[in-house]
């Protein structure tokens, strides 16, 4: 657990548990809803490359994902957790933009569904949809860049 330390007062979503994750392979970070205040704290804590797989910070929110949070932990996949058509219309355009122009993929539960994201014995995080691996008539259909990717 990088955040909150334990003498941190509460401040709503950025007392958000933010979890760090190390593999043999692979490492991910789940920061929760922070906002780019904290990320800002967690990039003095975090090693510089500190997470191959991000889950995007506050469901993409334009609140978080700043790009020195981003190049500082340089994730080659960022996953964002949202629901279809949710009425905060997450994850925003601009915050997922910022993470394609770093070469990052971003998938997203909205379009994709439930994504699997495995790390094995492939250098690159393998990444795929489960609407789009295994489509069923009751199932929306994957929409946009879903993978199977790697």
Do not use: M
């Not at 509460?10 to 990320?39: F, M, Q, T």
């Not at 993409?60 to 009425?87: K, L, Q, Y």
């Not at 997450?90 to 998938?107: H, K, Q």
Request: glycine share 8%; hydrophobic share 40%.
């Amino acid at each position: 657990v990088v955040h909150p330390s334990p003498y941190l007062p509460y401040l709503g979503n950025d007392s958000s548990c933010v979890v760090a994750i190390g593999g043999r392979k692979h490492s991910l970070l789940l920061p929760g809803d922070i906002s780019a205040v904290v990320e800002a704290r967690l990039a003095s804590v975090l090693q510089p490359g500190a997470a191959d797989l991000l889950i995007v910070p506050h469901h993409g929110s334009e609140t978080s994902s700043s790009g020195a949070f981003i190049d500082h932990v340089a994730p080659s996949v960022a996953a964002v957790s949202v629901a279809a058509s949710n009425r905060f219309g997450l994850p925003s355009p601009v915050v997922t933009a910022r993470y394609r122009d770093r070469g990052v993929y971003v998938p997203d539960t909205a379009a994709c569904g439930a994504i699997k994201i495995r790390s094995g014995a492939a250098p690159a995080l393998q990444v795929s949809s489960v609407r789009k691996t295994k489509p069923r008539l009751w199932r929306f259909a994957a929409a946009g860049d879903c993978g199977p990717l790697r």
